[in-house]
T-cell receptor, first 111, second 114 residues
Framework: SQTIHQWPATLVQPVGSPLSLECTVEGTSNPNLYWYRQAAGRGLQLLFY??????ISSEVPQNLSASRPQDRQFILSSKKLLLSDSGFYLC??????????FGPGTRLTVT | GENVEQHPSTLSVQEGDSAVIKCTYSDSASNYFPWYKQELGKRPQLIIDIRSNVGEKKDQRIAVTLNKTAKHFSLHITETQPEDSAVYFCAATPFSGGYNKLIFGAGTRLAVHP
C-alpha cells in the first residue's frame, strides 16, 4: 500500500531564516504531488503541484519554491521566512485516478 | 478559474440528528467531487467522493449527492455521533489537463453534542 511521509513534524524558525520541508511517497510510481498550506483555522491553499521530476507548477506567487529531485520526493523551500509563512504544510499525492491523499503535515511557526 | 463555495461555515447538531453540508462549484467541466474530514491537528482524510456520472453515493452513515445542472453537491451525515465532530471540506476537480488539482471549499466546522 502507499504511504506518504513528511518531515519534520513541527518546526519553529525565526523570521528571515531558510526553510526546507520534505515529502516522500512509498508504494507508487510517477505520482502527482502537491504542497498545500493551511493557516490556523482556515482552509487549504494549493501552493505547488508536480506531475514529474523537475516539473513544478506554482499556484500562488510568494517567497516559497518547490523542487522534485526524484520521482517520489517533493521539497518545499524558502530562502527567507516571513511571519505570514506560519501554518500547517501538507503534502499530497494522486496516482492515475483523482483520489488525493495527504501526508501527516508539518506545523511551522515563524517567530 | 474554478471556485467552490461551502455552507454553512459552522453547524451544531444533537447526537442522532442529521447534518447536511452544501457546496457549489463554478466550472461546469469539473468531474470529481471529494469530501474530506479533518480532526483537530490532523491531516484531512478522504471520507467519500462522487464522480460526475453518478447522482448519489452512500457509505454507511454518509452520503453525497450531485446535481450537475445546478452545479452543487452535498454531504449528508445521518445518526450523527460525537466522533463526527470535525471540519469538513468539499472540493472539485476542474479540467486541468490531467493534473488532478483540487479546489477546496472554505470548510464547515461540525459540532455534535451528546
Amino acid at each position: 500500500s502507499q504511504t506518504i511521509h513528511q518531515w519534520p513534524a513541527t518546526l519553529v524558525q525565526p523570521v528571515g531564516s531558510p526553510l526546507s520541508l520534505e515529502c516522500t511517497v512509498e508504494g507508487t510510481s510517477n505520482p502527482n504531488l502537491y504542497w498545500y498550506r493551511q493557516a490556523a483555522g482556515r482552509g487549504l491553499q494549493l501552493l505547488f503541484y508536480s506531475v514529474g521530476i523537475g516539473q513544478i507548477s506554482s499556484e500562488v506567487p510568494q517567497n516559497l519554491s518547490a523542487s522534485r529531485p526524484q520521482d517520489r520526493q517533493f521539497i518545499l523551500s524558502s530562502k527567507k521566512l516571513l511571519l505570514s509563512d506560519s501554518g500547517f504544510y501538507l503534502c499530497a499525492w494522486t496516482s492515475g485516478t483523482n483520489e488525493q491523499y495527504f501526508g501527516p503535515g508539518t506545523r511551522l511557526t515563524v517567530t | 478559474g474554478e471556485n467552490v463555495e461551502q455552507h454553512p461555515s459552522t453547524l451544531s447538531v444533537q447526537e442522532g440528528d442529521s447534518a447536511v453540508i452544501k457546496c457549489t462549484y463554478s466550472d461546469s467541466a469539473s468531474n470529481y467531487f471529494p469530501w474530506y474530514k479533518q480532526e483537530l491537528g490532523k491531516r484531512p482524510q478522504l471520507i467519500i467522493d462522487i464522480r460526475s456520472n453518478v447522482g448519489e453515493k452512500k457509505d454507511q452513515r454518509i452520503a453525497v449527492t450531485l446535481n450537475k445542472t445546478a452545479k452543487h453537491f452535498s454531504l449528508h451525515i445521518t445518526e450523527t455521533q460525537p466522533e463526527d465532530s470535525a471540519v469538513y471540506f468539499c472540493a472539485a476537480t476542474p479540467f486541468s489537463g490531467g493534473y488532478n488539482k483540487l479546489i477546496f471549499g472554505a470548510g464547515t466546522r461540525l459540532a455534535v453534542h451528546p
